[in-house]
């Protein structure tokens, strides 16, 4: 039974009979619920969290208005929303997706195979690619929001951050910061209000980068050391240095991905697909007798639980303006402006001193 509602195991919700909690978080929970036999998930906000954060209702709603606002076979499609009298809940319908996420294939079986990476990117980026006509970015792509059903079928989910055209709530609050540090974008961990399709390229970079490692390019326990390495000058590792048999064209697109400034990433998820259909890759995203297998053995019990907001292998998902983390990212950008000044500064008199130097020379000749 979820902490401020009702739905116990067995319960109605509307035509609907709720048949057991898959997930619980901090701010949702959800349900598996049936109706005629069809079974769907249920994501319901916490009523304490919406009585005591209306920016959680503005955020729960943006979710599914972006969501039902666009429709591909990997995104998770979501069928209702709204506000439930008899429950007194805010409430998101969506297809119930069974099998496990990214996560646990990665746990399980570490590194996979190049073809198998790039199809499960595919599969993702097909997804962005059907929502970059109305602005969709979603912005919190990790592997706990990419699941594998039983049938090896990838299905994006999880818009709760996601911003599109006209309905992000979060655009008069620059200078936030959310999402889950070791995935998002340096310009993310500085402004996630002002993020593009870029923003999600270089996500999606991180978690090809670990789907052909099976680890990620920053190792760090703490989000702090994750982000003062991801807003350094330095460049991200050669994902062949991990694993030297990654073909040399697939890294230099792993490179590209994830290139810390925008401007030298791939643009887009549709650009993306043009890259790796250029080098041979199938981008279909159709599952192979292999993938289709290995997704069969998954345990059920994994099903939709990694849908809620939990925290899982040292990451830390969230959406705040916590004044540690801002005043850490502000200290972080205020030294490195210091260090361009002092760089600046030092060449400057060393000019001076060049030209004291030759005027010296020139009267005494």
């Known amino acids: ?44 906000l916490s009523p304490r969290v919406a009585r ?100 090896g079928i990838v299905k994006l989910v999880d818009l709760g951050v996601a911003k599109a055209r006209g309905t992000d709530s979060l655009q008069t609050m620059p200078r936030t910061v959310f999402g889950t540090p070791n995935y998002i974008s340096p310009e993310q961990a500085q402004d996630a209000s002002k993020v593009d399709s870029r923003a999600d390229v270089y996500s999606l970079g991180v978690v090809l980068f670990e789907l052909l490692t099976g680890k990620r390019p920053y190792e760090c326990e703490k989000p702090k050391e994750v982000l003062a390495k991801l807003l350094s000058p330095e460049e991200l590792p050669d994902v062949r240095s991990f694993n030297p048999g990654v073909p040399e064209r697939l890294a230099a697109i792993v490179k590209m991905m994830l290139a810390k400034n925008p401007r030298d990433r791939i643009a887009s998820a549709s650009r993306l697909l043009e890259w790796f259909e250029k080098i041979g890759y199938d981008t279909s995203g159709t599952p192979n007798e292999r993938s289709a297998s290995a997704s069969r053995q998954s345990d059920d019990g994994f099903s939709y639980a990694a849908y809620s907001e939990t925290v899982a292998n040292n990451t830390l998902s969230f959406e ?25 500064a030092a060449a400057v008199l060393g000019v001076i001193l060049v030209v004291v130097a030759v005027l010296k020379f020139a009267i005494l000749d």
Do not use: W
């Open 52 to 151: 005591e954060n209306p920016e959680y209702v503005k955020r729960f709603v943006r979710e599914a208005k972006i969501a039902m606002s666009v429709r591909h076979p990997n995104l998770v499609a979501v069928h209702d929303a709204g506000f439930s009298e008899e429950h007194g809940v805010y409430y998101i319908l969506m297809d119930y997706v069974g099998g496990c996420d990214l996560r646990t294939a990665i746990a399980m079986g570490g590194a996979m195979e190049p073809n198998e990476a790039v199809r499960i990117i595919s599969s993702v980026a097909g997804a962005l690619a059907a929502g970059e006509g109305i602005g969709i970015v979603h912005r919190d792509i990790k592997p706990e929001n990419i699941m594998i059903d039983e049938g």
């Open 320 to 344: 705040t303006q916590d004044e540690e983390i801002r005043s850490f990212v502000s200290s972080l950008k205020t030294k490195r402006r210091t260090g361009r000044i002092l760089r600046l």
């Open 1 to 44: 039974m979820i902490p401020d509602s009702n739905l116990a195991d067995g319960s109605g919700f509307g035509e609907f009979t709720v048949v057991k909690l898959l997930g619980r978080g901090g701010m949702c929970s959800v349900h598996l619920v049936e109706k005629d036999g069809a079974r769907y998930a249920l994501k319901v």
